[in-house]
Structure formats: C-alpha cells, structure tokens
C-alpha cells in the first residue's frame, strides 16, 4: 500500500511538469538510481576481468604453469633476456 501511495505521489497521471519539491526530489532520485544501476552493471560486466588481470599479475608463475608456457613464451624475448636470464628466476630444464 505505501509502495502504491509513493507511486501515485512521484508519478501522477496528469500530463503536466511537476515543478513543486516532489517533482525536483523524485528527478533528484531517478538521478541517484540511474547512477546506481550503472555501477552495478559496470561491476557486473567488468569485475571477472579485473580480478584475472590482478590475479595473473599477482601470480603470475603459478598461471605460466597452468597454461604449460615456457619462460621465453611466457615474458617475451627481450623481457626474459633482461630480467630472468641467469637470475635464480630462470627454470632449467634438464635434457
């Protein structure tokens, strides 16, 4: 019933603009619900991304051996050459 009532008060039947303090506080909070439901959609959409990309950062030998990469394919030549290369970083592989 309450929920009927504020239906009734911000959104009349009358084909007039409201222009009194319900007519400003009800665009006031359409405003804040739109905003909202765009962040929860932003949140919705993005968040699975986000949390790889951090955790592939995070871990990100944990992630080069799950996916059965070499150090060279994984990091690139010119990284791997720089940063890992002689390195107790670097994995040798015994033939």
């Given at each position: 019933?309450?929920?009927?009532v504020?239906w009734?008060i911000?959104?009349?039947?009358t084909?007039e603009?409201r222009?009194d303090i319900?007519?400003?506080?009800?665009?006031?909070?359409m405003?804040?619900?739109?905003?909202?439901?765009?962040i929860?959609?932003?949140a919705?959409?993005?968040?699975?991304?986000?949390l790889?990309?951090?955790?592939?950062?995070?871990?990100?030998e944990?992630?080069?051996?799950?996916?059965?990469k070499?150090?060279?394919?994984w990091y690139?030549?010119?990284?791997?050459n720089?940063?890992i290369?002689?390195?107790?970083?670097e994995?040798?592989?015994?033939?």
């Amino acid at each position: 019933m309450v929920i009927v009532v504020l239906w009734k008060i911000l959104f009349p039947n009358t084909t007039e603009v409201r222009t009194d303090i319900v007519g400003f506080i009800s665009i006031i909070a359409m405003w804040i619900v739109l905003d909202i439901a765009f962040i929860v959609l932003e949140a919705y959409l993005f968040l699975p991304y986000l949390l790889y990309g951090y955790y592939k950062n995070k871990y990100p030998e944990e992630y080069r051996e799950w996916e059965g990469k070499t150090q060279l394919e994984w990091y690139g030549e010119k990284y791997f050459n720089k940063h890992i290369k002689g390195t107790e970083k670097e994995e040798k592989i015994n033939d």
